[in-house]
C-alpha cells in the first residue's frame, strides 16, 4: 500500500511542477529540425506556435499541418504529443492562425508502479487483492492568433490559449494565456527575392486555476533569419533564435538555437540544427512537397540524459 501512495505522491509532485511543460514544446517537424529555431523563420502552417506575424509575409494565402511526436528516449519513453496548426490570410494585412496540441504521459498502471516484479498479487491492510484503475495524465491546448500588418515590413500579432491538463488521479489545472509577437520582413537588394526576417516574441502571459496551480512558462525570445534564392532552383535560409524561460526558481533557463535549411526545386528540403534549453542536442530533417502536399520529418541526437534523444517528429500538411 505504501508503494501507491508513494506513486501518487510522486505524480502530483510532477504535474505540479511540470504540468504545463507541454506548452513550451515546438510541434513543428519543419523548424524542429533546424534546431527549434521558429521566432524568425519564415512563415509556415506552424507560425502560431513560433511567430503568428510571419504568415502575413507568406504567399500561400492557406496552409494547415498534422504533426505526431512519440518520446523514444530512456527517461522519456511512452510520451507522445498530437498537433495541428494552420492559418489563413484575409487579406494583406490580416491573418487568423489556430492550432491545437494534445498531449500524452505514460499510463498508470500495475505495470508502473512495479507489481509486475511481485512474485504475489498485492493486497491492502485487509488482505484483499488491490487494483489500480489504468488512467493516463494528459494536457490539451488550444491557440488562436490575430495577426496584422502594420505596413509593408512590420507585423504584430496576439495569440490567446487555453490549456487544460489532468494528472490523472484526480486533480486538474486550467491556464489562459497570451503571445505577444513581432515579425519584419526586409528585402536584400544584393541578390533578387533574397530578405532578412526579424522576429521578438514574449510568450505564456497569464495565468493558471484549478486544482494544481503551477506558474506559466513564461519566455522571452528574438532571432532572425536569412533567406537567399540562388536561383529558381535552390535557396537557403539561415535561422539564430536567443531567448530566456522562467517558470520558477529551479525551472528556468537561456535558451539559444540555430538551424540552416537548404532546398532544390522547391521540391526537397534539407535541414540541420542545434538547441539549448536545459539540454543540448542536435537535429536533423527532410521534407518533400509535391504538389500542395508537404511532409516533413525531424530527428533529434542527444546524450542519454536528454529527454528528448532518440525522438521523431513527422508531419503532413497541405497549402493553396
Not at 11 to 24: D, K, P, R, V
Amino acid at each position: 500500500m505504501k508503494k501507491i501512495i508513494s506513486i501518487f505522491i510522486i505524480s502530483f509532485l510532477a504535474a505540479n511542477t511540470y504540468g504545463q511543460e507541454y506548452l513550451t514544446i515546438n510541434p513543428n517537424a519543419r523548424t524542429s529540425a533546424m534546431g527549434d529555431a521558429s521566432v524568425a523563420v519564415t512563415g509556415d502552417a506552424w507560425s502560431v506556435f513560433g511567430n503568428a506575424a510571419a504568415p502575413l509575409f507568406e504567399y500561400k494565402n492557406i496552409q494547415a499541418q498534422f504533426s505526431y511526436t512519440p518520446w523514444q528516449s530512456d527517461v522519456a519513453g511512452g510520451y507522445y504529443l498530437l498537433s495541428l496548426g494552420g492559418y489563413v490570410k484575409i487579406s494583406d494585412r490580416h491573418a487568423l492562425s489556430v492550432g491545437g496540441r494534445m498531449y500524452q504521459e505514460p499510463k498508470l498502471t500495475e505495470v508502473s508502479a512495479g507489481w509486475d516484479n511481485y512474485p504475489f498479487v498485492p493486497k491492502d491492510e485487509n488482505n484483499n487483492p488491490i487494483h489500480l484503475k489504468t488512467t493516463r495524465p494528459n494536457g490539451k491546448a488550444l491557440d488562436v492568433a490575430y495577426g496584422y500588418k502594420v505596413c509593408d515590413k512590420v507585423g504584430l500579432s496576439l495569440t490567446a490559449r487555453y490549456g487544460h491538463y489532468a494528472t490523472g488521479i484526480g486533480s486538474n489545472s486550467n491556464t489562459i494565456g497570451f503571445d505577444l509577437a513581432v515579425y519584419s520582413s526586409l528585402p536584400l537588394n544584393i541578390l533578387d527575392g533574397a530578405k532578412i526576417n526579424i522576429g521578438a516574441k514574449a510568450a505564456n502571459l497569464g495565468f493558471s486555476f484549478g486544482d494544481i496551480k503551477s506558474d506559466l512558462p513564461i519566455s522571452g525570445k528574438v532571432g532572425a533569419s536569412l533567406y537567399a534564392p540562388f536561383s529558381d532552383a535552390h535557396a537557403l535560409e539561415g535561422t539564430v533564435d536567443l531567448g530566456y524561460m522562467y517558470q520558477s526558481e529551479s525551472m528556468k533557463t537561456f535558451m539559444a538555437n540555430v538551424g540552416v535549411e537548404y532546398t532544390l526545386m522547391q521540391l526537397l528540403a534539407v535541414r540541420a540544427g542545434y538547441g539549448y534549453n536545459y539540454y543540448g542536442y542536435a537535429t536533423v530533417g527532410l521534407g518533400l512537397r509535391f504538389m500542395h502536399i508537404q511532409i516533413d520529418a525531424s530527428y533529434w541526437v542527444a546524450a542519454k540524459s536528454c529527454p528528448w534523444r532518440n525522438t521523431f517528429r513527422v508531419g503532413v500538411g497541405i497549402d493553396f
